[in-house]
C-alpha cells in the first residue's frame, strides 16, 4: 500500500514513521525546505498526557470580557470580516458547555494515553535524541477558587485513568524551589509526576532522517500540493505546484492550516482555524547574560491564569503563551513579546528575559479541542490528521497509530468515533 503524506510537521512525520513501521510504502511531502519549520518548530515542548482539558470550556464565558478587552490578556480576539472566523467562533462558544468539555477531555485523555505509550515503545526501539526527560508538570494556580474547580478536574480525571493530585503552596515549592518567587500568590498546584517533555523541532527532524533513509519512503522537500486529482470518489494522488502528479493508493493530509485550502477546493469543508501563540526561548547556563541556575523551574510549569508554559529543554528555558484568534500575520507583535517578558520576570526573577528568542505560529485548532483523525466524507481514500491545536505534540503519536488503525483495518485500539468529521 503506498501513502502519500502532505505535510512533514511533527503530525505527518509521526504519521510516516508509523505507516512504515507498518510496513507500508510512503511518500512525504513537504512545501518548505525542511521538515518542523512552522507549529512544529518552538512551541512549547510539554508532553501533557495528563492535562488535555479543550480550551472550549465553560469557565471561558466568565473571563472573556476581560480578556478581549485588556491588550495585555492571554487571548486577544481580532475581530475580521471572515466568515471562516465567524463560523469556528459560533462553533466554539457551542461547545463551552460542561457536557461537551467532559466528553472531549475523555476522548483526549485515551488519545493521549495511546500517543505516551506509542513514544515509549518507539524510543525503547531506537531512542531519538529531543532534550526528552520524564520530570512531571506543574498547574500553578493562584486563585483558591480555581484550585478548588482543578480538584473536581483532577477527580474526573482519575475515573479515566489520570494520575495527579493536589499540593498546597509549601508542598508545591519543597518540589520546585523556582515557584518560592510568587510567595502568597500560589495557592496551589496540580502535581503530575508522569508528565514529560521535548523539543518537538528536534524530535520532528529526527523522524523525518529516519523516513529518509528507510527503504520503503521517498520524501520530497519544497514540494508543494496544489490539487488532489479525483474520479469516482477516489483520490489518484496529488499534484505539485510543478504540476508533477504522484500517485498513491491513498493520500493523508498533514499540513495543518495549509490543509484547510487544499481539502476545500475539493469540497470537503473543515472547520479549522489558527490560533496564533508566541514562544520565548531563554539561554540557561552560568555565563554572563544568562539565567542564574536555581532561577529557572526543573520541572514543567503551567502558569494557569496567565496561560504561559514552561519547559527546560537542554540548555534553554522554552516559554509558549498567548492565544490571539484573528491574527494571521506571520508577524512577532512586539507588545505581545513585551508583556510576555514582563509575566516572566515577574514570576521566574533571574532568568535572562532579554536574551531570549521570540517565536510566533499559528496552532490549527478545532472548535472543541479535538482534532480530525480520519477518512474524508467525500472520498473513501483521503484521510485526514488535524486540527491538534496546542496538543500536536503531545497527540502525534497516538495519531498516527489510530490513523493506521482506520485506514488498514477498520479499526483502532481507541474509540475513534470523536475524531472523526460529522
Not at 15 to 39: D, I, K, S
Not at 283 to 301: D, F, K, N, R, Y
Request: glycine share 10%; net charge neutral.
Amino acid at each position: 500500500m503506498k501513502v502519500a503524506i502532505v505535510g512533514a510537521g511533527v503530525i505527518g512525520c509521526a504519521a510516516a514513521w508509523e505507516f512504515l513501521r507498518q510496513g507500508e510504502q510512503v511518500v512525504l511531502l513537504e512545501a518548505h525546505e525542511g521538515p518542523g519549520l512552522e507549529t512544529s518548530y518552538a512551541n512549547g515542548g510539554q508532553l501533557s498526557y495528563d492535562y488535555v482539558a479543550p480550551l472550549a470550556d465553560p469557565g471561558v464565558f466568565p473571563d472573556l470580557p476581560g480578556w478581549l478587552l485588556d491588550a495585555s490578556s492571554p487571548l486577544r480576539f481580532r475581530p475580521q470580516l471572515d466568515t471562516r472566523q465567524w463560523r469556528w467562533l459560533a462553533a466554539f462558544l457551542k461547545a463551552c458547555n460542561a457536557d461537551t468539555a467532559r466528553r472531549s477531555t475523555s476522548a483526549l485523555l485515551q488519545l493521549s494515553y495511546l500517543s505516551r505509550d506509542t513514544l515509549h515503545a518507539w524510543m525503547e526501539e531506537a531512542p531519538i535524541d529531543f532534550h526528552y526527560r520524564r520530570n512531571g508538570k506543574l498547574i500553578a494556580y493562584r486563585s483558591q477558587r480555581l484550585l478548588e474547580k482543578a480538584r473536581r478536574q483532577v477527580e474526573y480525571q482519575a475515573t479515566q485513568g489520570s494520575r495527579q493530585r493536589i499540593l498546597d503552596r509549601h508542598e508545591a515549592v519543597e518540589i520546585e524551589p523556582a515557584l518560592a518567587g510568587l510567595g502568597e500568590a500560589l495557592a496551589g498546584c496540580v502535581y503530575t509526576p508522569t508528565e514529560e517533555v521535548g523539543d518537538c523541532y528536534l524530535f520532528t527532524k529526527q523522524l523525518f532522517e529516519r523516513v529518509a533513509a528507510h527503504p520503503n519512503a521517498a520524501v520530497r522537500t519544497g514540494a508543494r500540493v496544489v490539487a488532489l486529482p479525483n474520479r469516482a470518489g477516489r483520490i489518484s494522488g496529488v499534484q505539485l505546484e510543478n504540476g508533477e502528479l504522484i500517485e498513491a493508493d491513498h493520500v493523508v493530509v498533514a499540513n495543518g492550516l495549509r490543509g484547510y485550502d487544499l481539502l476545500k477546493q475539493h469540497g470537503e469543508r473543515v472547520l479549522l482555524y489558527g490560533l496564533k501563540g508566541y514562544s520565548l526561548s531563554i539561554p540557561l547556563g552560568t555565563g554572563h547574560g544568562q539565567s542564574e541556575p536555581a532561577a529557572s523551574p526543573s520541572i514543567s510549569v503551567t502558569d494557569y491564569e496567565r496561560r504561559i508554559v514552561y519547559a527546560e529543554l537542554g540548555n534553554v528555558l522554552r516559554v509558549a503563551a498567548m492565544v490571539d484568534i484573528g491574527d494571521r500575520s506571520s508577524d512577532i507583535r512586539p507588545e505581545r513579546i513585551r508583556h510576555l517578558k514582563a509575566e516572566v520576570a515577574r514570576t521566574f526573577p533571574g532568568l535572562a528575559v532579554e536574551q531570549a528568542e521570540a517565536w510566533t505560529g499559528e496552532r490549527p485548532a478545532m472548535p472543541e479541542g479535538r482534532p480530525v483523525v480520519g477518512r474524508s466524507r467525500r472520498y473513501e481514500n483521503l484521510w485526514l490528521n488535524l486540527g491538534h491545536g496546542a496538543l500536536g505534540f503531545t497527540l502525534a503519536c497516538g495519531s498516527a497509530v489510530l490513523l493506521h488503525g482506520l485506514m488498514k483495518q477498520g479499526q483502532s485500539p481507541i474509540d475513534a468515533a470523536p475524531f472523526q468529521l460529522r
